[in-house]
T-cell receptor, first 119, second 110 residues
Framework: GAVVSQHPSWVICKSGTSVKIECRSL??????MFWYRQFPKQSLMLMAT?????????EQGVEKDKFLINHASLTLSTLTVTSAHPEDSSFYIC???????????????FGPGTRLTVL | QKEVEQNSGPLSVPEGAIASLNCTYS??????FFWYRQYSGKSPELIMF????GDKEDGRFTAQLNKASQYVSLLIRDSQPSDSATYLC??????????FGTGTRLQVTL
């Protein structure tokens, strides 16, 4: 149980294009989803917190107009990197939490990640 | 001061030995504590969570929490080469947001 999927697993795009990444909870309803970014040899940095049906809460320094987050349902959240540039190249990872599970209400389950390369 | 601190390592232990990974955190209001394992190029995988002071055991893994000292550790018994990975300590404060340490790289040698 508690499986989170992401699609695509990797993407290469040209500078200036937009890329959409999907995050799905497969066997549970995710009350909250989180988006992280991880650069090589660094830890995960939280970008935003997303609750179904409401606007995402972005961390300080994260441009909301560049990283568009939509949490359309309890099982799907999307991150769109708009007008991507080479400095946006990174490993993007989503996670999801739910309530009522034995692991605790705030345990985050991570998707496999999406490696974005912007040329 | 970093909110969650870990020694980056690498921590090298021989196969079969006990690996001890340590983590300190700065927010005394932290409620939940997690250990994740991350293999190179992969996303984090939950190993254990702990909420209360003391020890919690799950198979070869034992998490230890001392809130007074703001310290959480992970012991891995009978270490295997497949345990070689980066271990991330994470702590939640408000709104279930996880704050990660930079991770400790563990190498289990044959």
């Amino acid at each position: 149980g508690a499986v989170v999927s992401q699609h695509p697993s990797w993407v290469i795009c040209k500078s200036g294009t937009s890329v959409k990444i999907e995050c799905r909870s497969l066997d549970f309803q995710a009350t909250t989803m989180f988006w992280y970014r991880q650069f090589p040899k660094q830890s995960l940095m939280l970008m935003a917190t997303s609750n179904e049906g409401s606007k995402a809460t972005y961390e300080q320094g994260v441009e909301k107009d560049k990283f568009l987050i939509n949490h359309a349902s309890l099982t799907l959240s999307t991150l769109t990197v708009t007008s991507a540039h080479p400095e946006d190249s990174s490993f993007y990872i989503c996670s999801a939490t739910t309530s009522g599970r034995a692991a605790g209400t705030d345990t985050q389950y991570f998707g496999p990640g999406t490696r974005l390369t912007v040329l | 001061q970093k909110e969650v601190e870990q020694n980056s390592g690498p921590l090298s232990v021989p196969e079969g030995a006990i690996a001890s990974l340590n983590c300190t955190y700065s927010d005394r209001g932290s409620q939940s504590f997690f250990w994740y394992r991350q293999y190179s190029g992969k996303s984090p995988e939950l190993i254990m969570f702990i909420y209360s002071n003391g020890d919690k055991e799950d198979g070869r893994f034992t998490a230890q929490l001392n809130k007074a000292s703001q310290y959480v550790s992970l012991l891995i018994r009978d270490s295997q080469p497949s345990d070689s990975a980066t271990y991330l300590c994470a702590v939640t404060g408000t709104a279930s947001k996880l704050t990660f340490g930079t991770g400790t790289r563990l190498q289990v040698t044959l």
